[in-house]
């Protein structure tokens, strides 16, 4: 199967920096959860290889610049998911996922609901550097401000926001 493939390229990308792996794979854990929740079948395939692949760039981009930024890391990794695709043998919606993975720190480039799932399954993971107990209302307004979906929102909710 494609995407176990482009898992494994995954890993050897970031092969020296596990931490990358396991943020990946929760970020896939978190689409896959609001896919079930809001019903998506289409676009599942294509969601699920850009949430594989969205911070690609940053072993590039550490290389490069010294620097695992946003900016960088959007700028490196259109190419190296490319390059795995290839690999892969998989040429559908590429350009399309490359889009996501170089503008995936970018919100004001949202453009449709597979580009906003993985903001969801990734601002939920980046969302736990935040202290629960200190900064609840900043939580809940960046929850507010960034979730669309009915589900991305109900889990943020359930993670961040204290009963
Ligand atoms: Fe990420």
């Known amino acids: 199967m494609f995407i176990e493939k482009i898992i494994e ?25 609001i896919m079930e929740g809001e019903k ?23 290389k490069k610049y010294g620097s695992i930024d946003g900016v960088y890391q959007e700028k490196e990794g259109p190419a190296v998911a490319r390059r795995i695709l290839e690999k892969a043998g998989y040429n559908k919606n590429v350009d399309r996922i490359c889009f996501i993975i170089g503008n995936h720190h970018t919100p004001s480039k949202i453009d449709g609901i597979d580009f906003q799932i993985q903001w969801e399954a990734d601002l939920l993971e980046n969302l736990t ?35």
């Open 40 to 62: 998506i079948q289409e676009e599942k395939e294509l969601i699920r290889i850009v949430a594989i692949l969205h911070d690609i760039g940053a072993v590039e981009a550490l």
């Open 129 to 163: 550097v935040m202290d629960k107990q200190k900064q609840q209302q900043e939580i809940k307004k960046c929850i507010e401000e960034n979730f669309k979906t009915a589900t991305g929102r109900e889990i943020a909710y359930k993670r961040f926001i204290l009963p």
């Open 9 to 33: 390229e995954m890993k050897e990308v970031f092969k020296e920096i596990p931490l990358g792996i396991e943020h990946t794979l929760k970020v896939l854990k978190n689409a896959e959860d």
